[in-house]
């Protein structure tokens, strides 16, 4: 089992955001956008 980490770490664009929850050692997150977000942010978040 994996406990999600939900965080408004500070960023400034999707990939910067993963990157940040990757170095935290996050494997698993609380998504930052909900299912109305357009399919390009959605796939922007990298993760």
């Not at 994996?2 to 664009?13: C, D, K, P, V």
């Not at 990157?19 to 993760?47: I, N, W, Y």
Request: aromatic share 6%; hydrophobic share 40%.
């Amino acid at each position: 089992m994996r406990i999600g980490l939900s965080s408004s770490l500070t960023h400034e664009t999707p990939e910067q955001w993963a990157e940040q929850m990757a170095q935290l050692g996050c494997r698993s997150v609380v998504f930052p956008v909900d299912h109305t977000a357009p399919d390009k942010l959605v796939d922007a978040q990298g993760f």
